[in-house]
């Protein structure tokens, strides 16, 4: 049984370009988070998705930034336009309920904005 | 959002030795979780521990949920368990995490 997985585990762009970031879940597995972390510091939530549906994007960067979760396929973390600020590690999660469980991690994607 | 903070930001353990993590937090939370981020930056789950005690072979945890606090214990400690353990914290079961700083820790051989 497959873990989380993320692609590409380290993404270099320059500024003014967009990221994508993907997400699969682990099988069975229908609700996705989406963390970021900086340097040093500890993760922060992004977003909450469930197929088809954004049920929690409070952590979202207004701008910018958007999320999906398509009926097929991977969730995708998009990022517009990135700036230096936007370098960080994303981490990917997924659960097979949406209240309390043990959270399992993807690897991280490392994005680098040069 | 809740005040989750962690003690010691950074230790040093010789190898064998033992040691105790705290997790304290700023508001009642129905979801506790302990990671263990390994020097390669892989998140690794530890347990799930909003209230009570576990134990995982060399790993324990307890969480004082009225008091507010959690402490991961390490036991016999090994070179692979070096890394940055995170304490994580849900109030409301949507596994909307508020972490730690994390406790950074370096066991030498």
């Known amino acids: 049984n497959a873990g989380v997985m993320q692609n590409p585990r380290h993404l270099v762009r320059r500024r003014g370009q967009e990221a994508r970031l993907r997400c699969s879940p682990m099988k069975g597995h229908s609700h996705v988070y989406w963390y970021r972390q900086l340097p040093e510091e500890g993760l922060k939530f992004m977003v909450y998705?469930?197929?088809?549906?954004?049920?929690?994007e409070s952590g979202m960067p207004k701008e910018r930034f958007s999320a999906e979760f398509p009926k097929e396929g991977p969730s995708i973390l998009r990022i517009q336009q990135v700036v230096r600020g936007d370098s960080a590690a994303y981490f990917c999660?997924?659960?097979?309920?949406?209240?309390?469980?043990?959270?399992?991690f993807g690897s991280g994607t490392q994005l680098s904005v040069l | 959002g809740i005040q989750v903070e962690q003690s010691p930001p950074d230790l040093i353990l010789q190898e064998g030795a033992n040691s105790t993590l705290r997790c304290n937090f700023s508001d009642s939370v129905n979801n506790l979780q302990w990671f263990h981020q390994n020097p390669w930056g892989q998140l690794i789950n530890l347990f799930y521990i909003p209230s009570g005690t576990k134990q995982n072979g060399r790993l324990s945890a307890t969480t004082v949920a009225t008091e507010r606090y959690s402490l991961l214990y390490i036991s016999s400690s090994q070179t692979t368990d070096s890394g940055v353990y995170f304490c994580a914290v849900d109030k409301n079961n949507f596994n909307k995490f508020y972490f730690g700083s994390g406790t950074k820790l370096n066991v030498k051989p």
């Open positions: 999660a997924s659960s097979p309920l949406g209240t309390a469980q043990k959270l399992f």
């Open positions: 998705l469930q197929k088809e549906n954004i049920i929690d």
